[in-house]
């Protein structure tokens, strides 16, 4: 009798797909037009860019605010988490009807709204524990120099979480590359239009394609986000030994670290 195992076991990898793979992705033809590798790269790289900006502009200042505060802000990150419990597609659908009652139509709108939700909570609960816990003896010693209210959130207390905050900005990036190929179930003209159509059209090689290109994409998210935050903080590396001891009571722990 032949169980599940013996059959994976006899299965070999079809060379024909690597073939059928690079043949796609070397054809200068399939990078060309409207529709081409590259017009579609372009808009995945623009609806990610746009979507991280504007869950930016969202969260990080009012979470910035609530941690220098101190208060509310376990409400207001437990309000944000709603976003990471509903599945993108669902909210894709939800927001479909009335992108087309509103004249925004298929496709970017839908999609974009999806990902902003998604973006937003790695921010803002990234940022608002990065500033609650700057340490209490520097902010008090900025307010003893003088520095007004204001001057210690932007001088003290943000280049003290930069670290963090720029953390939650990666995370909330790499998630954005790679759901936003569901939009193309929507009309939306990414990299997921490759994989959608590869998958109906039965050509493994489009398919591969698009799957590869999402990966190495969001590798380079990855890889862009880590450069910049060792470039902008040089010295979070001497202090995150002296930051993890510390502990506070509610405490919200940030949001995947490590992707």
Known sequence: ????????????????????????????????????????????????????????????????????????????????????????????????????????????????????????????????????????GTVEAAAGMGMTPRRVIWAVEVPSAAPLIITGARVAAVQVVATATLGALVGFTGLGSLIVEGFAQQNDGKLLTGAFLVAVLSLLTEALFYGVQRLATPWARVAEPRRARRRRSPRIEPVALDV
């Open 1 to 136: 009798m032949t169980g599940p195992y013996q059959l994976l076991a006899a299965a070999e990898p079809d060379p024909s797909l690597w073939s059928e793979f690079t043949t796609y992705i070397t054809t200068a033809e399939n990078w060309t037009g409207d529709r081409g590798i590259w017009a579609d790269l372009v808009a995945h790289v623009e609806i990610s860019v746009t979507a991280v900006a504007i869950a930016a502009a969202i969260a990080i200042v009012p979470a910035v605010l609530l941690g220098h505060a101190k208060k509310g802000g376990l409400f207001a990150v437990s309000v944000v988490n709603i976003g990471r419990a509903l599945p993108s597609f669902a909210i894709i659908a939800l927001v479909l009807p009335f992108s087309l009652e509103w004249g925004f139509g298929l496709g970017f709108w839908p999609t974009c709204v999806a990902l902003v939700l998604l973006a937003i909570p790695p921010m803002f609960t990234n940022t608002y524990t990065g500033v609650r816990d700057v340490d209490a």
